[in-house]
């Protein structure tokens, strides 16, 4: 019988629509492959419940909670009288850490892993006698946070900064409670062991995959655009800022240009929950804001090119692997395309500025880069592939505390 480990999510990892929900998607796949997986994870979409029977049938055990934002958001507040992060007490649930200490000793579990450091408050208890414990990061959240005070006035600037210090420390804690800590690219660990002194050797990573025949431009698509229109797309959740602040610089600073010398160039937003700032958007004429779809793949086949003008960013973007294995030319920025090693020119157009943007749909428009998508496909094929990522967290689990370092 293989042996029992749990498993926790800050959110339910299915379906795998969205970049983190992918991760820990694929991570549990594997996971399930080695152990009894007993997995514990938040629901924070409604719309989520109704896959949980999807989830029992792989998993050992499952216990989901429901995440109410407004409930979470005044737990979170207590941060500010302890001095903590907010985002710890927003995941709190004595539930959760409720279940997590009955089934560590129901099912003698000795491992365990976690998703978001987040998570690590439901692991603190050193009387769960855990033999081994793994956290896979993924993003430095608190460098996110750095990067919104930036962008925001007072006094959310200040709540900002807070958070970006606080939970930077809350991440060097885990890193160093932790026998392994994993991060979702080479340049997010590199960058953390610069914000660390300590525990350097227990730092490490595993890519993000791609899966390659899903996300195939050799499949029979309907075009969801019209024949008239020059269609660029931008695909991703529209309730995450990042997101929303990309689109809205876009539509704002970029797209009036495009239109006045490109009158056929409809940008389409496409992405689940579209926050009030971004439906607003779609009063932009050419401007369409689509809401959640079935399949992405349609609209990145026959989109003119996928563009991605993140400027806050953090680890891999997803959106960009995805267009680039449907052999799309992608137009992205220096943030955008941080952990991805595709060469300028050749496997994707990197463009900072509003002039770089313009230049570079002209450029496709003009059949400059005809040869990009399959160059493209390939870089994702070579470095972005489950079956070889993965096994890091399977020898990190399955080696001596002695042997843990990366």
């Known amino acids: 019988m293989k042996p029992a480990l749990l498993l926790l999510c800050h959110r339910i990892p299915y379906p795998p629509n969205k970049g983190d929900k992918i991760r820990a998607y694929h991570l549990l796949k594997f996971l399930t492959k080695h152990y009894r997986v007993c997995l514990g994870a938040f629901v924070d979409d409604p719309l989520d419940w109704k896959y949980v029977p999807d989830l029992e049938g792989i998993c050992e055990e499952?216990?989901?909670?429901?995440?109410?934002?407004?409930?979470a958001k005044l737990k979170c507040m207590k941060g500010f009288v302890t001095g903590d992060a907010l985002s710890v007490p927003y995941y709190q649930s004595n539930k959760l850490q409720k279940w997590v200490r009955s089934t560590i000793k129901t099912h003698k579990i000795e491992k365990a892993m976690i998703v978001s450091s987040v998570m690590a408050q439901f692991l603190a208890d050193k009387n769960l006698n855990l033999s081994k414990k793994i956290i896979d990061i993924v993003d430095i959240d608190s460098d996110k946070w750095q990067q919104y005070s930036a962008k925001k006035s007072w006094p959310m600037s200040w709540v900002y900064r807070r958070e970006a210090r606080t939970l930077l420390a809350y991440e060097k804690q885990a890193v160093e409670a932790f026998d392994a800590s994993l991060f979702v690219s080479s340049a997010e660990a590199d960058m953390f062991k610069t914000k660390i002194s300590a525990s350097q050797d227990k730092i490490g990573y595993y890519n993000n995959g791609v899966d390659s025949q899903y996300f195939s431009p050799f499949e029979n698509y309907s075009n969801p655009f019209a024949s008239a229109i020059i269609p660029l797309v931008f695909t991703g959740a529209m309730?995450?800022?990042p997101n929303i602040d990309a689109v809205s610089w876009f539509v704002k600073e970029v797209f009036p240009r495009l239109r006045k010398t490109h009158p056929a160039i409809h940008f389409y937003i496409v992405g689940s929950n579209p926050n009030e700032e971004v439906l607003?958007?779609?009063?932009?004429?050419?401007?369409?804001v689509t809401g959640r779809v079935e399949d992405i793949r349609p609209y990145l086949h026959f989109a003119c090119a996928s563009v991605a003008p993140m400027?806050?960013?953090?680890?891999?973007?997803?959106?960009?692997l995805e267009a680039m294995a449907m052999e799309k030319?992608?137009?992205v920025s220096v943030m955008g395309l941080e952990g991805i090693n595709a060469e300028n020119g050749l496997e994707v157009v990197v463009a900072n500025t509003v002039d770089e943007y313009i230049k570079a749909v002209n450029e496709v428009l003009n059949n400059?880069?005809?040869?990009?998508?399959?160059?493209a496909r390939q870089r994702v094929k070579n470095d972005f592939n489950w079956a070889e990522s993965l096994?890091?967290?399977?020898?990190?689990?399955e080696s001596n505390n002695q042997e843990t370092q990366l």
């Open 391 to 397: 096994p890091t967290v399977m020898d990190l689990l």
């Open 368 to 375: 400059s880069f005809d040869n990009m998508g399959a160059a």
């Open 280 to 288: 607003k958007l779609a009063l932009t004429e050419g401007v369409i």
């Open 62 to 71: 499952t216990f989901f909670v429901k995440l109410n934002p407004l409930k």
């Open 329 to 331: 030319t992608v137009i």
């Open 239 to 241: 309730d995450y800022w």
């Open 311 to 320: 400027r806050i960013a953090r680890g891999i973007q997803n959106k960009v």
